[in-house]
C-alpha cells in the first residue's frame, strides 16, 4: 500500500540553526499538507500546498518557514532559524483529488512525523 | 476563536463500556467530517468519515447535526484497544484550498 514517508524521523537541533524536513507524498496525491504537533497539544495547520504552490497557510506559517516541492516528489519544509518553541512533531499530509463515483472522501493521509527537538 | 471543540477528557471506562464523544465546529460553510484516531506520539489516522445521513463501521458508529453542527462518535463494547486519542476533522473549501482543521482530541483510556 502507498505510504506517505518522512525523513529524519528524529532532529536534535540547535536554536539559530536552519531545518529542513522532507516528505514524500503518496505519487498520485494532489494536495498537501504540513502539520505540527506540540507536544500534549492539538494537531495544527501550518500550510497547504497545491499545483507547485502555497495554497494557504496558516499565522503559524511566518517569514521563517517556507516550503518547497523542487523534483516533483520531495515536499520539503524549511525552519531558517530554529526557535526553542518549534520543537513539535511535524507531520506530512496528502490528500488525493478525484471525482466521479469514486470521488475523494477528504482522507488525510499522515506520514509518521519527524520529532524536532530545538536546544 | 476555537474552529472544532472537543471535550479532551479523559474517559476512563472499563473493558465492555459504551462511550460517546462529541465535536462542535464553528465555520457553517464545513463540507466534510472525520474522526481520527491517534495513539501516543504516533500519526493521526482515519477511523471514519461521516456522513449526513449517520453512519457505522463495526462497534463505531458517528453522527453529524448540520443544523447544531455537531458530530458524535459512539464506541459500543469497548476494547482495550480503543485506548487513544479521538480526533475531530471538520475540512471546508475555500477559493481552491482544501484546509481540514483538527480538534484537540478526546483521551479514551479502557481499563480491565
Known amino acids: 500500500e502507498p505510504e506517505v514517508t518522512q525523513t529524519p524521523s528524529h532532529q536534535v537541533t540547535q536554536m539559530g540553526q536552519e531545518v529542513i524536513l522532507r516528505c514524500v507524498p503518496i505519487s498520485n496525491h494532489l494536495y498537501f499538507y504540513w502539520y505540527r504537533q506540540i507536544l500534549g497539544q492539538k494537531v495544527e495547520f501550518l500550510v497547504s500546498?497545491?499545483?507547485?504552490?502555497?495554497?494557504?497557510k496558516s499565522e503559524i506559517f511566518d517569514d521563517q518557514f517556507s516550503v518547497e516541492r523542487p523534483d516533483g516528489s520531495n515536499f520539503t519544509l524549511k525552519i531558517r532559524s530554529t526557535k526553542l518553541e518549534d520543537s513539535a512533531m511535524y507531520f506530512c499530509?496528502?490528500?488525493?483529488?478525484?471525482?466521479?463515483?469514486?470521488?475523494?472522501?477528504?482522507?488525510?493521509?499522515f506520514g509518521e512525523g519527524s520529532r524536532l527537538t530545538v536546544l | 476563536r476555537k474552529e472544532v471543540e472537543q471535550d479532551p477528557g479523559p474517559f476512563n471506562v472499563p473493558e465492555g463500556a459504551t462511550v460517546a464523544f462529541n465535536c462542535t465546529y464553528s465555520n457553517s460553510a464545513s463540507q466534510s467530517f472525520f474522526w481520527y484516531r491517534q495513539d501516543c506520539r504516533k500519526e493521526p489516522k482515519l477511523l471514519m468519515s461521516v456522513y449526513s445521513s449517520g453512519n457505522e463501521d463495526g462497534r463505531f458508529t458517528a453522527q453529524l447535526n448540520r443544523a447544531s453542527q455537531y458530530i458524535s462518535l459512539l464506541i459500543r463494547d469497548s476494547k482495550l484497544s480503543d485506548s487513544a486519542t479521538y480526533l475531530c476533522?471538520?475540512?471546508?473549501?475555500?477559493?481552491?484550498?482544501?484546509?481540514?482543521?483538527f480538534g484537540r482530541g478526546t483521551s479514551l483510556i479502557v481499563h480491565p
Open positions: 499530509a496528502s490528500i488525493p483529488w478525484t471525482s466521479g463515483r469514486n470521488a475523494n472522501t477528504g482522507e488525510l493521509f
Open positions: 500546498f497545491y499545483n507547485n504552490e502555497i495554497s494557504e
Open positions: 476533522v471538520v475540512s471546508h473549501a475555500s477559493g481552491g484550498s482544501y484546509i481540514p482543521t
